[in-house]
C-alpha cells in the first residue's frame, strides 16, 4: 500500500543543516563491525526527499532470479565517482562525512547510490556490499535516509540474532570495519501502510 510522504514537524522549512558528526553513537558490533547511528542528522530532509523524486532519473531494474527475471523492488540510481550529484546537499553531505571519517577511513567517500523505496513492497533482501574491496578490506557505508522511516537490519553472516535500526528523515546510519564481509544488511517489506523512502549511499572508491 502506497502513503504519501507526511513531513515532520521538526523538519523546519526546507533550508539544510547538518548535525554535529561527533555526536554518533558507535555500537560496537563483534568481528570487527560496528554501526554508527545519528538520528536527524540532516534538517530539512523532506524537501530534498520531494527534489530528489522529481530530480534523479531513477531506473527500474530486473534482473535474474533461479529461471526468471524478475523486478528488482525499489527505484535506482547510482552516480560514479566523478559524476555530478543530482543535488548540492548531496555533495555537501559527502564532504561533510568525509571530513568527519576519513582519518578512520584513510580515504574519501567517493561515490553515491540511491534507492527509492515507493511503498512497503519496495525492499532490498539481506546482502553485504561485497562487489569489490568490501569483501576482502574493511571500508565504511554512510546511509543518509530521507522520507518515510523503514526498518534497517543487521544480521551476523552466517546467521545470529538480527538488530533493527528505524531509518527516515535524515537519519545518518554508518557501516564500518568489516561490516560488509561479517554482517548482512536489509530493508525488509512492510505490511503496514508504509512511506516512501529515499536512501543515500556514500562509499569509497571500489566499493559496492
Ligand atoms: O536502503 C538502504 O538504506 C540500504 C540499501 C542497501 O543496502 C544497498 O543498496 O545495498
Known sequence: ??????????????DTEFGPLRDARRTVLDRGAWVD???GWLSGADALFDR?????????????????VVDVPRLL?????????????????RREL??????????????????????GQDSVAWHGDTFGR????????????????????????GGGESIRY????GDLLVMGGSCQRTWEHAVPKSRRPTGPRISIQFRTRGVR
Do not use: N
Open 52 to 68: 530528489l523524486v522529481d530530480d534523479v532519473p531513477w531506473k527500474a531494474e530486473r534482473r535474474p532470479m533461479y529461471d526468471r
Open 134 to 157: 568490501g569483501a576482502t578490506h574493511d571500508t565504511m557505508v554512510a546511509i543518509v535516509s530521507v522520507g518515510a522511516p523503514r526498518a534497517l537490519l543487521l544480521r551476523p553472516r
Open 37 to 39: 547511528v545519528l538520528p
Open 77 to 93: 540510481k547510482f552516480y560514479e565517482e566523478h559524476e555530478p550529484l543530482p543535488d548540492p546537499v548531496l555533495a555537501d553531505a
Open 98 to 119: 568525509t571530513a568527519h571519517y576519513r582519518r578512520e577511513l584513510g580515504e574519501p567517500f567517493t561515490t553515491a547510490g540511491l534507492c527509492y523505496y515507493r511503498d
Open 1 to 14: 500500500m502506497s502513503t504519501p510522504l507526511q513531513g515532520s514537524l521538526l523538519d523546519g522549512f526546507g
Open 166 to 169: 528505524q531509518v527516515g528523515h
